[in-house]
């Protein structure tokens, strides 16, 4: 028996009441509904407000209908096997901090949301009496079927398929539309036994939809993921935080949410993360007591951190300017400058902190982003007579070599009233 | 000069950069990103997570359409107008509070969000120099030309068909989707120059588009607006909210956001808004607020203000079962034996205290909706012939006399654990 | 194993490679992509060119899902009963005529295009060895399962979803969009073994899909179906064949498609239809014969012909007028007066044949639809305490009873150039 | 005033009732109805059935969007110059041949639509009082504001965005999609006052968005217009006109329709279009004849027209099989081979006339696309910085350079029992 979800991207999504709807209940992934899926991306994109629930419930949709496809083509696929991956499509991501990717680094040092979510994954797991050890096996690629593992975490996974077609109903970006149905129906596992060296591959009437899902998604990350004003916002975010944490002496302890203050008030390593008691902190944690603490900041005593909480609440960023090449020295200097007398006039700062306050208003960056990596986990094409052919070595797609270097974009950042 | 914004329900909209953007920008207008369109409906339909800014945006940006279209078949419309028009389609929600109508009397009392959005234009028309006047005679209906009226607040008003457009854009329900282009395509104001007694008519071509208008809406109402686990949702909201309220001596004062607990340690009456500290405090109210304060209380030492927390937060919602017709007293007393027996052997309440906590665990209330008034505020058909009809008093629409009454849907609500 | 086929309305189409996909490829059903579904549709709403095709396929494709939903709600259906429910989804429109329902009668005295598709269905089974036995039953109703009857013919059939999700697609009428998915979701067989007495209801959570699903349909024929200048097309295509049927002595023979003036030559009776030879002539004949043929009796020396051609080809139509009640004998006399004074300028007609030339050119009609029949046919909703209630008859769906009788309206159809 | 038409893919259409609506009521526009979009199309994706009348329409609705962005961006554009260019838009394409693009060059020698085209502008410039000057002056790219010209033809014009949203949205391929609104949005003519220098432009923001409709359109080339289905389509129509046009003796005058075989029967120079006969019969010519025409010639004495034909009508086509590089004379001589002894063994050929008969059997040709040209007609971006940069040459559009040479792919085309 099933539950019937009505999602507006993919239709009724159907959720199998045998563990799968159990584990929808949990707080665990309840809470994704207060984590916004493109983070700042929502102020940028109004119709983006989508949280990261809905995108965990269609990786889980469309993992449904892949393995349908698979076992149709002659892929067996147990019960078992069915369920656990099932499950690890819609735990995926439970890990997500609040914001999504903006503050993952900013409230524990060298973390990865990827070890938050198998963190709590294994401790739903104690809950569910060890029935997701298969999905952390296939979660961890070490389950002897690999191409399960390939359709939760690869270039060509349930996620990024679901996030991509998502973001572009709710941004209304039509560029980055991806034709998902096709791609999903063109999926197969060879050989067909799906034995140990199993892999998952696209057969040859797919190259075209294999080669516009990897423009689609480098158009997506510069039109929307990496769009310079989210860029400011995300920057708006950190600033905040990195202000809280380098406080100076005479203001009072922050009032904030207290499971926000738990990661600002000191620094939280990631090795941390196997501590119950920080876990316990991460999931009393989501967007909601980051706008709750940013709108009381705007009255904080502290100008500098009122300053740039009310700027963030009401929308009122910072310009991020793209720049041809990384700006020299002096290049630098010069916007220095201009940040500190601002600051200065604005009563911002003082002659003694202005230094340190100008580290928030003046920001060298880059963005960067790779369209598609052609090593070990690349995408591969089933060619008619039976051969594989990495994706980007089909005569059919030269716009994939064309794409499969990184791109690195410098950006400086300050407030638009200084001439940056 | 006009600045886009992404719209997924609309494409692009374009706000003019003459006072509408400026308006856009005021924190008034931004903390609508911070209210649910659909108040707890996102925990039923979860691709509805939008909020109140993208539909003001909508409702404007439909505002635009129909004066051009207004504009083009002879009615003038000067630029005065047309900006005080687009304003007061942007501004007429400003006033809700968060989870938009379920909490509206509950925070304040005898309240409606009209006098709110009202008591805000106001305050912005202040800080912008007056330049609201026109806007607020429009919303008030009385500008000498009624039609603008009834753009704005009508049975046919920009507001609804975008709210109808948009939350089944985003709830996924096909059955609501109404043809909004096309009535906007046949409206007209007759008679044609806009006089005084100018009123708004949909042409008789539109007649089919106007019954299913009304019909599609009608169907919202009971699928998704009043859904039963929508009510759910209301219920344990007003709940808590309640129970704070009314909470008994030995427990210490409430820890939540100080906006919410503004409205929530005292009672405000609705004639309080023309206080601009309560206006303030108003303002600084949003979902935020509510769902930070739920996120704590779940850990309150009173188990019944925790419980009924924790129940929201993890969407662990009571049961609502609609009843032929209103419960008799014998039924009553049945359920609340139950729930009282419950109550007791869950450790939730003592017989000291069990009658008043029952309150919080059984309610009969019943929801109501009228689709179609055809009292003055009526649709009207401009017939082929040049003459008037009420629109249910056609031929055509024998439908929507069937719902011109109001249908009152008895309920009772109760935990699923108690056999109510 | 199935082949894919790309449709625009349901996303890819599956075609089970056993007899399904062999059933396509017949010249029988390859004829419906020179079939349009819409009849003269296409010259009112631009983009209602698609043929029958497509709709079959496309019922095709929803009896795949509703056999699925009831497949797993506890109904079972074995290889050969799917088979069987698919082919029939498939074929139960292969009879129609060329402009779907405008030539039924004009080409066969008595027709209806059900008794065709039979025909041709067990020619079918004939060509494919007797595989068709338990479709023809199905479409007899003479099945022991009576539900896979009502799945392909009655007012709640794969037929009806299909043609009213497709037709909207096409014709850009959003009033008339369905919850189709929502609908077969809702599905259910009762008894649940699908014994003998089995049959199709909807449970109540569809209750409002189901009142809007009748509403829409209604919406969809006066808005489309029986639109005036549809009516008026149709108009013409039948006047032009009468014309031919009655031309008088002096003229030569009228060239045209071999195949159609095989049915226009002499008179064709319904019985008729049990001789191969008709059957094949039937086959022969499609939009393709119809609009060749108008194409050169523009050229045709009877003016007549020639004039009812050309505005048929240039889309020079008539205008339908609905009237409020059937013209008495004095008004028809007076519009008639008008239209013989009319052609005889015109020199369409000469005194001694305006009598017969006036049949053409004005036309007293009207169109009739009832939404809903609530007699043996009836759409059953479950409800939650497992009683069975006809649809009309629940308290929530009020529309349904106010559109449950015949709408009649009467219209009259003559040239725009004539004050008719 | 306007008239509107409902159009599934742009919505309301209108169409201004001067000039235009005249136009689209001519016998020459009307016609377009009559002329698939994509050919053979239908044959492969089911749903692309459309016309080149709604291309038409289409063309003109996103000339009208256009214009009125360029206006607001301070390009002034008179009345005349607007009713010119929409105009230009709706008749662009009339000169059309049946099928579109497969038969162009079969029906007349050195054919191109393009010239058919300019002559019935003439000929509808004659018949409107030489209205359409502009328009004539517009297309030929001597109008001294050649940004008119670019908007009608050009890599960037209002056909191509047209016909790339149409297609998608009838063949369902998700991957084709272009954000239209998005592009126009962004075109800009410089210098700003439109002076004879002026050129069209794409501003810096809509560099993603036209590198991704390159992209797009490249991909609906290979999966779509060059699909091997529709190649092996366009084949046997091809195949049996040369047929009918090189017939030997012995057959008797093949009967079929008379404006096709004015065209079949003798050999049509490109440079006798100046003829007015040419240009009538070619007006009278349209889909419909060619369908009617190869459904008589199923049962023509001739047993290879007849075998062609009857495949065309079912649906039985050649394989078309690419291949990597053009095969050599001993391949060639070997496939010839069995495919004689096929028609021979069929009994579609005898001894002495198998040569000819294999030419209609066998081909080898290619199917060659360049997705963007770098030279004179090339799409501009205006950067951020005021400068011009050519769109293959910035560094954000590195997949555009890779696709900028022409792809050609060898393939060579038999029937399936061939084992070719």
């Keep these: 028996m099933t539950s019937l979800f009505s999602d507006p991207v993919h239709g009724f999504i159907s959720v199998p009441k045998d563990l799968i709807l159990d584990l929808v209940q949990t707080p665990v992934v309840q809470r994704l509904r207060r984590v916004r899926q493109l983070g700042v991306g929502y102020l940028v994109f109004p119709g983006a407000e989508h949280s990261r629930f809905g995108h965990a419930l269609g990786a889980m949709a469309l993992m449904q209908d892949a393995l349908q496809v698979l076992a149709e083509k002659g892929t067996p696929i147990s019960h078992e096997e069915r369920l ?3 499950a690890g499509a819609l735990l995926h991501d ?3 901090a609040p914001f999504s990717h903006t503050l993952e680094t900013t409230l524990i040092r060298g973390f990865h949301h990827e070890l938050m979510s198998r963190a709590l994954i294994v401790d739903l797991d104690n809950d569910f009496d060890g029935r997701l050890g298969l ?5 961890d690629g070490t389950y002897l079927r690999p191409f399960f593992h390939e359709l939760i975490a690869s270039q060509l996974d349930m996620d990024r398929l679901d996030y991509l077609r998502r973001d ?4 209304g970006v039509a560029e980055g539309v991806v034709g998902v149905d096709r791609l999903i129906k063109t999926l197969q596992v060879i050989p067909e036994a799906g034995g140990p060296e199993s892999r998952l591959v696209v057969e040859a009437k797919g190259t075209y939809a294999a080669e516009n899902y990897i423009l689609a998604r480098r158009l997506m990350y510069w039109q929307v993921y990496l769009h310079k004003t989210v860029l400011a916002g995300d920057h708006l975010l950190r600033a905040a935080f990195r202000r809280i944490r380098r406080r100076p002496p005479p203001f009072p302890p922050v009032e904030g949410s207290p499971a926000l203050m738990f990661f600002l008030s000191r620094i939280v390593e990631a090795t941390e993360i196997d501590d119950p008691v920080v876990r316990a902190r991460y999931l009393a944690l ?3 007591d980051v706008l709750y603490s940013l709108k009381r900041w705007q009255h904080d005593p502290d100008p500098v951190l009122a300053d740039l909480s009310r700027r963030f609440i009401n929308r009122d960023f910072f310009r991020v300017t793209f720049l041809d090449e990384p ?8 916007w220095k400058a201009s940040v500190v007398d601002w600051l200065l006039a604005k009563g911002l700062a003082t002659p003694t902190d202005v230094e340190e306050v100008a580290l928030y208003y003046l920001t060298f960056d880059d963005s960067r982003h790779r369209a598609y990596s052609t090593g070990s986990r690349s995408i591969c094409i089933l060619e008619r007579d039976g051969s594989l052919r990495e994706l980007s070595e089909s005569g059919d797609t030269t716009a994939i070599s064309a794409v499969a270097t990184a791109v690195v974009k410098p950006y400086v950042c300050a407030p638009k009233e200084v001439g940056v």
Tied chains: 1, 2, 3, 4.
């Excluded at 999905?135 to 979660?139: Q, R």
């Excluded at 572009?168 to 941004?171: A, G, K, L, R, W």
């Excluded at 700006?327 to 010069?334: I, L």
């Design 168 to 171: 572009t109903f709710y941004t």
């Design 84 to 86: 656990a991956a099932l």
């Design 94 to 96: 439970v890990g997500h």
């Design 286 to 288: 989501d967007d909601t």
């Design 327 to 334: 700006p020299g020295p002096q290049r630098r200097a010069g």
């Design 135 to 139: 999905t952390l096996e296939m979660f």
